[in-house]
């Protein structure tokens, strides 16, 4: 798998330094620069094209509201993710309407940042490669689109705020080809998945049971949650099905 071209921006150079370094050693990461202030930060994401970016949102010359607007709004921007200690409404409410992918609470340890940048990427990435695949599909004799993960997933009430989300919609897509995953969980699906998402299966575990977790605790009628396995059963019968149109 490709490695990740990350681009770290915080307005204290020593924690910059630090975090340069840890991600630096991290496998499948490729710091390609770091900036201190909001103009250089925009200039080295220009120059750099970075897929994945973490930035503070207090920062010197160019704020970081006015540096993250400027970021969303180029024609291949990276992946946002947010660490910051200012939590008000109002900074939240603008870092998420402008499209930032995950926002983080300072203080937060520099392993949880890594799994983050990994997993948030990870999943951006397997949006686009189904959107890509979704733009090839050329069938003029389907009457009607099948379901695709993220419908099964949105029908089943599971945020994609959750890091779960993107490991659900993985999970469902290795299912789709091999059912027979089903079988063994554990030392299968979550293998496989934490392989491509340089994590390790417990955490993939965790954060589907998570989300899955939300997802009924969010239900009016309060059905008790079911295991991750039952829940995978559901969501892919649910993803095999025929659309209404093609049943006969």
């Given amino acids: 798998m490709k490695r990740i071209r990350l681009a770290i921006v915080d307005n204290d150079p020593e924690y910059t330094a630090r975090l340069a370094r840890f991600m630096s050693r991290a496998e499948g990461i490729e710091v390609v620069g770091t900036a201190c202030d909001g103009v250089k930060a925009l200039n080295l994401v220009r120059h750099t094209h970075p897929e994945t970016l973490v930035t503070g949102l207090l920062l010197k010359r160019l704020d970081g509201i006015s540096f993250l607007k400027n970021v969303v709004a180029m024609e291949s921007r990276p992946v946002i993710i947010t660490c910051s200690a200012l939590n008000t409404d109002a900074v939240l409410r603008s870092a998420s309407g402008m499209g930032v992918d995950y926002m983080m609470l300072k203080p937060v340890s ?3 940042l ?5 997993e948030v990427t990870f999943f951006h990435r397997e949006a686009l490669r189904d959107a890509d695949m979704a733009t090839r599909v050329d069938s003029p ?10 419908e099964v ?15 659900l919609v993985d999970a469902l897509h290795r299912l789709e080809r091999k059912p027979d995953l089903l079988r063994n969980v554990s030392k ?12 390790n299966p417990r955490n993939i575990e965790h954060s589907i049971r998570y989300a899955i977790r939300s997802a ?20 892919l019968s649910l ?10």
């Fill in 153 to 167: 997933l949105s029908e089943m009430r599971v945020r994609s705020k959750h890091s779960g989300y993107g490991y």
């Fill in 114 to 118: 890594l799994d983050r940048v990994r």
């Fill in 216 to 235: 009924y605790g969010a239900q009016d009628d309060s059905q008790p949650c079911p295991s991750n396995r039952k829940f995978l059963e559901k969501a």
């Fill in 188 to 199: 299968g699906l979550y293998l496989e998945i934490a392989q491509a998402a340089h994590t």
């Fill in 239 to 248: 993803l095999l099905e025929k659309p209404e149109s093609e049943e006969t």
């Fill in 141 to 150: 004799l389907m009457t009607a689109p099948p379901r695709t993960a993220y």
């Fill in 110 to 112: 520099l392993q949880k």
